[in-house]
């Protein structure tokens, strides 16, 4: 008895628990709202009809109601522009766009102002650095190497391009999963599958069978995270404590991923290379032309310890790895296909390298070769000549693309619960299947084959885009509105199950829902009907009568406040500064990590044995966030510190933390100090040098407003006081002054009173205003 007790808690479930949760499957689920059918509710009568514009209105309304409560009022113009235009593209608006909303008298201004945001190219840059959040986006492979993927930044820009052109969002699901079977001539669909492709790889893994089984794990979890808010990834040691989804049942859904390998050397398409392949092959073939008698060299060296070399290497892997790897090609099963792919895949002359090195250098070994010590001299004084050939390489970019395909088409490698999710331990084959809580009478999905794959994937991608799916529109509605108002109507976003938390307002969450799927699953309707509601127009000064009855604002009677994500503040700061560069898509890009003066333009070593080589074009130092490189063992330092994702995993909400180092990073960084210099340049170079049109313009263009009384009187206090200040340290004859950078009329040019306009302007750009939106 007490081995069984302990068998059953080791298993995480007991056995009455585990027949109490087969009997609830028999039975007619509960009224959980996330797992029945969506259907559109009947929109609630409310008192104030004047004030519902939308739907939306009626549904938040009617609960501010009967709790005796009234809205806020609505944002006055200024300060509504400046919330939808980092709403909707993470930059600040210009004055000048400021101004032509506010002075627009037409009934319609703010549908027009919505639809421009919603049709610029900023939209897609913003919702497509949502998404990959959730994608676990990096341009790096993460462990020890933290190898680079420099094919990766192509699926960074199909979200982009998606986003952009509206793709239905159950095509956009569609592609993501399944891309390759569905649309096998298709080379975007085919990038699109760099949605599974992105987990964190070990190539030096030595145990290939515990590799897959990790991969189908990270893609199992990924997608139902993703696309259903499911915590799917308890329940592959043992059953959810939580919902009733059983580790058989986990493991079926992992079985739609069992024959999915991954090719990152697919050749681009005849035709389709854009301006940035055509550069890559340019200065590869420069490179190549350059070095070919090098190379040449290297590999005639290499060659002689080649085999060798491969057998040390493969005999390395674990038994069951060698057991595939050494078989006949003739007996491989399905599962040693895999195996020997990936072998194969993670192979490179860099292990024959070693193995020379090692074999000329390590004479204590029993492989040790005296023959090797002078090939191994030859060979390293080659890599000295090659290494002078370093500039002339493509500073980024690639030649290939990273996608899913599957190795056969019927013989597909079985898929075994696991004993407490432990690869070594596997008890039953299962076969594909949808947990029965999420898919009712639709748990099994009808499979067909194609010519090249099982097909298991496109069931499961169908399955999930169906417009009768129960969660699939529910969980991205509930994404967009938490965008918006800071928290979901189910405000933990990440879990729609029994641990997660209740809707707010159930019914606004099913009219959301049933209305983007039968807008045809549009994106940018959904933002639109959101964005033009009297429920996102509202004030958001705080109420005393709101906080006595809604203390959380769950309500929604006052519009929240929320603080810009990492990305914002800094594409906000150089947006604003006048430096931020345009242009869309392309390689992953390499800012400097400190002040660009200082010499940081070579490539130095900011993290162990991984360089951050910064970009020579000074054009990619100001591009967006969205585009710098991200490598995950090594966060961009500026924005670091103000909780961006973590891409090791599906990120869901950004964390707002409040810590020293924040306003440390600002105030300190020489890189923010040039951006308020330029900034500052810009302000005189549009206001002149008249000090009240300065200070005007400053917090027009950060705050999208004038300084009141108070503030002008501490603004002009700081400029006064901080030219004494300034004065007194030159005096010295030891101070450098930092003044405006870009001015373009010099004429009366003072450059004390422009430092301390300089400091001004970087201590204004560091205040709770700028960095909230309203």
Known sequence: MKKTLYLAILLGFSALAANAADDDKSKPAKAWSAYQPVKDPAIPAVKQKAWVRSPIDAFVLAPIEAKGLKPSPEADRATFIRRATLDAWGLLPTPEEIKAFVSDKSPNAHEKLVDRLLASHHFGERQARRWLDLARYADSSGFQNDNTRPNNWRYRDYVINAFNSDKPFNRFIQEQVAGDELWPDSQEARIATGYLAGYPDNANSRDLVQRKYQIETDMTDLVGETFLSATIGCARCHNHKADRVSQKEYFQLQAFFANTAFNEKTPLAKGTETEFDKEYQRQQAIYQDATKDIRAKQKTILDTVREAGRQYYNERYLTDSRDAIFKPEAEWTALDK????????????????????????????????????????????????????????????????????????????????????????????????????????????????????????????????????????????????????????????????????????????????????????????????????????QASNERADVLKVDPENKLLAVYPRK?????????????????????????????????????????????????????????????????????????????????????????????????????????????????????????????????DAQLNRVYQILFAR?????????????????????????????????????????????????????????????????????
């Open 338 to 537: 895999w195996v020997n792919w990936r072998k194969q895949a993670v192979a490179s002359d860099n292990e024959i390298v070693s193995y020379l090195k090692n074999t000329a250098e390590e004479k204590e070994r029993a492989d040790h070769n005296p023959d090797n010590v002078e090939k191994w001299k030859q060979y390293q004084a080659l890599t000295e000549q090659l290494k002078q050939f370093d500039k002339l390489k493509p500073a980024k970019g690639s030649a290939q693309l990273t996608a899913a395909f599957e190795l056969t088409n019927k013989d597909v490698p079985p898929t075994h619960v696991r004993f407490g999710g432990i690869h070594e331990r596997p008890l039953e084959a299962v076969e594909p299947g949808i947990p029965a809580l999420w898919g009712g009478k639709d748990a099994k999905l009808a499979i067909t084959p194609t010519d090249k794959s099982s097909g298991r994937r496109t069931a499961l991608a169908k399955w999930l885009s169906s417009d009768s799916n129960p969660l699939t529109a529910r969980v991205y509605a509930n994404r967009v509105w938490s965008q918006y108002f800071d928290r979901g109507i189910i405000s933990t976003v990440a879990d729609f199950g029994r641990a997660g938390q209740k809707p707010t307002n159930p019914e606004l969450l099913d009219h959301l829902a049933s209305d983007f799927v039968a807008d045809g699953w549009s994106v940018k309707k959904l933002h639109r009907e959101i964005m033009l509601s009297s429920t996102y127009r």
């Open 563 to 691: 603080r810009m994500e990492a990305e914002v503040i800094r594409d906000s700061l150089l947006y604003a500064s006048g430096l931020l560069v345009d242009k869309v898509g392309g390689p992953s890009v390499f800012p400097p990590i400190l002040r660009s003066g200082d010499g940081v333009g070579k490539s130095r070593d900011f993290a162990g044995n991984r360089a951050w080589a910064v970009s020579e074009n000074k054009e990619d130092w100001y591009r967006r966030s969205i585009y710098v490189f991200t490598r995950r063992s090594f966060p961009y330092p500026i924005t670091q510190n103000f909780d961006p994702a973590n891409p090791n995993n599906p990120h869901h909400k950004r964390d707002v933390t409040t810590t020293p180092l924040q306003a440390l990073t600002l105030f300190n960084s020489e890189i923010v100090f040039d951006w308020s210099q330029a900034l500052a340049g810009r302000v005189i170079n549009e206001a002149g040098q008249n000090e």
């Open 706 to 774: 004038l300084p009141n009384p108070t503030e002008r009187t501490a603004l002009k206090t700081f400029l006064a006081e901080q030219q004494i200040a300034i004065r007194n340290k030159a005096a010295t004859g030891k101070f450098e002054v930092a003044v405006p950078s870009g001015i373009k009329d010099t004429k009366g040019f003072d450059p004390v009173r422009s430092a301390a306009f300089v400091d001004l302007v970087h201590a204004v750009a560091n205040s709770n205003d700028f960095a909230y939106r309203f």
